[in-house]
């Protein structure tokens, strides 16, 4: 890996990254509904085998936009699990931190994450939402349903945007 990539990955200016997914959007949006039309292991196939090799790369930490902007969603499963471990009912977990979005999923109150600390720890690292386990989501099975929210986080993560940008050159 040529080191200049190594070395946007160490630290990514999140404003280079906006300018950059921005810039993409539109072209990125087009690429993922393309690959509606391949098969779904093979996406598969190509999204893990980047996802692996761009995480190697970079440092999560080093950025975490995605707990700067998004929220997850919360499933009574995390509430339950979080209140807990914060002491709280779930109804006041519910009250304190969440409120219902317009799909009516319980999501974060504010942005950034209440949880996240200065050094871009999450406080409740090991209690952590689903979805927070799960992000980006670029190594799961099935990527093809989920290429409409693989392209909205090509304009958060900096991550998914280079995983993208290195299919599109690959010419998959």
């Not at 990254?17 to 598969?44: F, P, Q, V, W």
């Not at 992000?135 to 945007?161: E, F, G, S, W």
């Not at 280079?162 to 690959?170: D, Q």
């Amino acid at each position: 890996m040529p080191e200049i990539i190594k070395s946007t990955f160490a630290f990514m200016d999140i404003r280079h990254h906006i300018k950059r997914s921005t810039s993409k959007s539109e072209e990125n949006k087009k690429y993922l509904r393309g690959l509606k039309k391949k098969k779904s292991k093979t996406i598969d196939r190509a999204f893990h085998q980047l996802h692996d090799e761009v995480f190697e790369e970079i440092d999560c930490l080093e950025c975490a936009n995605c707990c700067k902007t998004t929220s997850p969603i919360f499933y009574q499963k995390d509430i339950e699990r979080l209140s807990d471990s914060l002491n709280l009912k779930p109804g006041q977990f519910i009250e304190r931190y969440l409120r219902l979005d317009e799909e009516n999923d319980f999501v974060l109150q504010t942005a950034p994450c209440p949880f996240l600390a200065p050094d871009n720890y999450c406080s409740v690292y090991e209690n952590r939402p689903k979805a927070c386990r799960e992000y980006p989501h670029t190594n799961r099975k099935n990527m093809i349903q989920i290429l409409d929210l693989t392209y909205k986080n090509t304009l958060v993560c900096p991550a998914v945007l280079e995983i993208v940008e290195r299919m599109k050159k690959s010419g998959f």
